[in-house]
């Protein structure tokens, strides 16, 4: 049973560096979001693809954050010039897709967890 | 937007007995919580998930209730083992967008003694 797979597991960087994280959905997933969480919190949206569409972003993304989808099968999240607030789990989940009367189930992967030094 | 509470936020119980969870949510057009159970060092996992049109589900030793009227739903873990031990998420949808985004509680530790 292949569940959804985030690499790499921990990255650790310098502030004002660049860093990316890469997801891969189960595979008959068309729905892929992206969080974040903090110590002590639940996850907090950051983002979700359709396909290979990027549906909506949450005001926590600034623009330093882009997300992409390209062939509507793994995604990738890019930090620029990273800071020590952007110090988190970053979690990928799937879904198949569904609308609002009829909503499907969303599974975690288990986080890349990015530390700022 | 939507708004989820969730308590408490650390609860201990001695192996066999049982732990509730509870959680409040704001948006009354919700219709879908999950529960999600995060064990150190990995994502959340699923555990159960209830649906608006239905007031309980059960799934072994995990039940969940809904009552939409009073906008609260909860987690009922019977006969704790230690391997329950963990922190448990509640969640609820932002439904504007259709996307289905979950909007999480602050989690609960479950901590089950021997």
């Known amino acids: 049973d292949t569940g959804v797979s985030q690499n790499p597991r921990h990255k650790i960087t310098k502030r004002g560096q660049n860093v990316t994280f890469r997801c891969d959905p189960i595979?008959?997933?068309?729905?892929l979001y992206w969080y974040r969480q903090t110590l002590g919190q639940g996850p907090e949206f950051l983002t979700y693809f359709q396909n290979e569409a990027q549906l909506e972003k949450s005001r926590l993304l600034s623009d330093r954050f882009s997300a992409e989808r390209p062939k509507g099968s793994f995604s990738t999240l890019e930090i620029q010039r990273t800071e020590q607030g952007d110090s988190a789990m970053y979690l990928c989940?799937?879904?198949?897709?569904?609308?609002?009367?009829?909503?499907?189930?969303?599974?975690f992967g288990d986080g890349t967890r990015l530390s700022i030094l | 937007g939507e708004n989820v509470e969730q308590h408490p936020s650390t609860l201990s119980v001695q192996e066999g007995d049982s732990a509730v969870i509870k959680c409040t949510y704001s948006?009354?057009?919700?219709?879908?919580f999950p529960w999600y159970k995060q064990e150190l060092g990995k994502g959340s996992q699923l555990i159960i998930d209830i649906r608006s049109n239905v007031g309980e589900k059960k799934d072994q030793r995990i039940a969940v209730t809904l009552n939409k009227t009073a906008k609260h739903f909860s987690l009922h873990i019977t006969e704790t083992q230690p391997e329950d031990s963990a922190v448990y998420f509640c969640a609820a949808p932002l439904l504007t967008g259709g996307g289905n985004k979950l909007t999480f509680g602050t989690g609960t530790q479950l901590k089950v003694e021997l």
């Open positions: 595979s008959e997933h068309n729905r």
């Open positions: 989940a799937s879904s198949l897709g569904g609308d609002s009367r009829n909503l499907f189930p969303q599974h």
């Open positions: 948006d009354s057009a919700s219709n879908y």
